[in-house]
């Protein structure tokens, strides 16, 4: 696991003292290990750091993931590193001050991959601009030493030069603010590099189905390497559920009495050509009709908009917009934006699922809590479920406060407050492999080798983000795509055209 070499052929842009991430090494040590200090169930935001906490402490960390890093609820955020404007309104100032703390350690610990962003409030009324200007102000110095900038009052016309597309009938100005923004999927693959740096293991596509346990006390888990099919009995000292939504599910694998606590709410978004909003200045709609908050963010040259926040039955992996939905985000687009986003002008539509902390029924996700909790039953499983990608690296630092001690392990101080992460080393490739995107074939051959791609999927939905930015095109790019998958991972023309088939199924729901 700790080889240098390539997998085969040299290629272009290749770190070739990078460490290569052999699925095969990685499976022998999971035979070779008797025992691990940590193991994390979950490789989203919230099992990724945790791991990534663990890692740092010196423990032996093991993290496994049913499918890919972050495909669920972590690939699919609004993209944002904030404390969240919104909950000042609600009057959760515990939730912000985290959040705008840990904002500023992710934009200094993973500079490459987060950054600084404009955001303008329009205010159409006169009341609008001293009350959003009090509130952000107020936003500001919460901020303190992590302040990205004062906020100030826009006229009319700087509004206008600002947001050219902008709504402008009965404009009364606005406020500018700062933010931060990221691109969670490549964030989540940091972690993941970072995880390997510091020593611990991961391992994509081994989905735990059975908790072990000896005189009632959890020891362990049984896994299966969905690759080969061969399964696997893990012993650990304490066993982590950081599985997001899923968190249920494996809880009910300890206790099948135990209560729901988690709320599912779903959020879509519409990816957009960037004419609908050509600028580098995001906007922000903090009240809507109905109360929601919304955004225009640049990214990636293009325009993502989102979100919505409606609560649904029962957890999906790859869950479905609704016309509701769609139709709420075309009508506010139109409104606020000043023209009709036709099925064509949808480049990607994309939903992801939170999971929220409930312990009673409710109708409305958007006033459950966004705080995180940490449950440990009887058998000592330890569960982390709710917060939000902001606060990631402070929910791991509870997690495995409450953790280590279960497990006997020493009490060390958390370092990951200043951890810088695995730098991000995509660059803009010569030849792109497609015209829409910026990744060529170094990139594809580096997410094999470095970054554990396993999937035509992982590549262009994760490590290139081409399924998020333009699914039509990504199925444009995806024969080039597979082979040089197929190459590195020395695996035949039918299980090219496998992954092709089910990619096309896939990319089908991302569009309009």
């Given at each position: 696991?700790?080889?240098?070499?390539?997998?085969?052929?040299?290629?272009?842009?290749?770190?070739?003292?990078?460490?290569?991430?052999?699925?095969?090494?990685?499976?022998?040590?999971?035979?070779?290990?008797?025992?691990?200090?940590?193991?994390?169930?979950?490789?989203?935001?919230?099992?990724?750091?945790?791991?990534?906490?663990?890692?740092?402490?010196?423990?032996?960390?093991?993290?496994?993931?049913?499918?890919?890093?972050?495909?669920?609820?972590?690939?699919?955020?609004?993209?944002?590193?904030?404390?969240?404007?919104?909950?000042?309104?609600?009057?959760?100032?515990?939730?912000?001050?985290?959040?705008?703390?840990?904002?500023?350690?992710?934009?200094?610990?993973?500079?490459?991959?987060?950054?600084?962003?404009?955001?303008?409030?329009?205010?159409?009324?006169?009341?609008?601009?001293?009350?959003?200007?009090?509130?952000?102000?107020?936003?500001?110095?919460?901020?303190?030493?992590?302040?990205l900038g004062r906020s100030k009052l826009l006229s009319p016309a700087a509004v206008r030069a600002a947001l050219p597309t902008l709504q402008p009938r009965g404009l009364r100005g606005g406020i500018l603010y700062y933010d931060g923004q990221f691109d969670d999927a490549r964030f989540a693959i940091a972690l993941l590099r970072t995880l390997f740096d510091l020593g611990g293991t991961a391992l994509n596509y081994a989905p735990v189905s059975q908790l072990l346990?000896?005189?009632?006390?959890?020891?362990?888990?049984?896994?299966?390497?969905?690759?080969?099919?061969?399964?696997?009995?893990?012993?650990?000292?304490?066993?982590?559920?950081?599985?997001?939504?899923?968190?249920?599910?494996?809880?009910?694998?300890?206790?099948?009495?135990?209560?729901?606590?988690?709320?599912?709410?779903?959020?879509?978004?519409?990816?957009?050509?960037?004419?609908?909003?050509?600028?580098?200045?995001?906007?922000?709609?903090?009240?809507?009709?109905?109360?929601?908050?919304?955004?225009?963010?640049?990214?990636?040259?293009?325009?993502?908009?989102?979100?919505?926040?409606?609560?649904?039955?029962?957890?999906?992996?790859?869950?479905?917009?609704?016309?509701?939905?769609?139709?709420?985000?075309?009508?506010?687009?139109?409104?606020?934006?000043?023209?009709?986003?036709?099925?064509?002008?949808?480049?990607?539509?994309?939903?992801?699922?939170?999971?929220?902390?409930?312990?009673?029924?409710?109708?409305?996700?958007?006033?459950?809590s966004r705080d995180h909790t940490i449950l440990i039953s009887h058998s000592r499983l330890v569960t982390i479920v709710g917060g939000k990608w902001t606060t990631y690296r402070k929910m791991a630092e509870d997690v495995i406060d409450r953790a280590a001690p279960l497990a006997g392990?020493?009490?060390?101080?958390?370092?990951?407050?200043?951890?810088?992460?695995?730098?991000?080393?995509?660059?803009?490739?010569?030849?792109?492999?497609?015209?829409?995107?910026?990744?060529?074939?170094?990139?594809?051959?580096?997410?094999?080798?470095?970054?554990?791609?396993?999937?035509?999927?992982?590549?262009?939905?994760?490590?290139?983000?081409?399924?998020?930015?333009?699914?039509?095109?990504?199925?444009?790019?995806?024969?080039?795509?597979?082979?040089?998958?197929?190459?590195?991972?020395?695996?035949?023309?039918?299980?090219?055209?496998?992954?092709?088939?089910?990619?096309?199924?896939?990319?089908?729901?991302?569009?309009?």
């Open positions: 696991m700790r080889s240098t070499a390539p997998a085969s052929g040299s290629s272009p842009n290749l770190q070739e003292n990078a460490l290569t991430l052999r699925r095969s090494e990685i499976l022998a040590q999971l035979s070779d290990t008797p025992e691990w200090d940590v193991l994390v169930i979950g490789g989203g935001a919230t099992g990724l750091g945790a791991a990534v906490e663990a890692a740092s402490r010196g423990y032996r960390t093991l993290l496994l993931e049913a499918r890919d890093f972050a495909q669920a609820t972590s690939s699919r955020s609004t993209k944002l590193v904030h404390g969240g404007v919104r909950y000042l309104r609600q009057g959760n100032l515990k939730l912000v001050l985290e959040a705008l703390r840990e904002r500023g350690r992710i934009l200094r610990n993973a500079p490459d991959l987060a950054h600084c962003r404009a955001f303008i409030v329009p205010a159409y009324s006169m009341w609008d601009l001293p009350f959003y200007s009090v509130g952000l102000t107020f936003y500001d110095l919460l901020s303190g030493g992590e302040s346990k000896a005189q009632g006390r959890l020891r362990g888990v049984a896994a299966t390497d969905s690759e080969t099919g061969r399964a696997f009995e893990l012993s650990a000292k304490v066993v982590v559920n950081a599985t997001g939504i899923f968190s249920d599910s494996v809880r009910r694998m300890d206790d099948p009495a135990t209560p729901s606590i988690v709320t599912a709410s779903q959020g879509t978004h519409f990816v957009l050509p960037r004419s609908f909003l050509p600028s580098e200045n995001a906007l922000m709609i903090p009240r809507t009709a109905d109360g929601r908050v919304l955004f225009a963010i640049p990214w990636r040259g293009r325009v993502l908009v989102g979100t919505t926040d409606d609560p649904v039955p029962k957890p999906e992996l790859e869950p479905r917009s609704t016309r509701q939905e769609r139709d709420y985000l075309v009508e506010h687009i139109e409104r606020f934006l000043g023209r009709r986003p036709l099925p064509a002008d949808v480049l990607s539509v994309w939903s992801g699922q939170r999971p929220l902390v409930s312990r009673s029924s409710t109708a409305s996700t958007a006033a459950l392990l020493p009490r060390l101080a958390s370092k990951t407050a200043n951890l810088r992460l695995h730098a991000d080393e995509a660059s803009t490739p010569a030849e792109p492999l497609h015209p829409a995107f910026e990744f060529g074939k170094a990139d594809v051959i580096r997410a094999v080798r470095y970054e554990m791609a396993r999937r035509l999927e992982d590549v262009l939905a994760r490590r290139a983000r081409a399924l998020f930015l333009d699914a039509r095109a990504s199925l444009d790019a995806a024969p080039a795509v597979v082979r040089l998958m197929a190459a590195e991972l020395q695996l035949d023309p039918a299980w090219e055209r496998d992954q092709l088939v089910a990619y096309s199924r896939l990319a089908e729901q991302y569009t309009l």
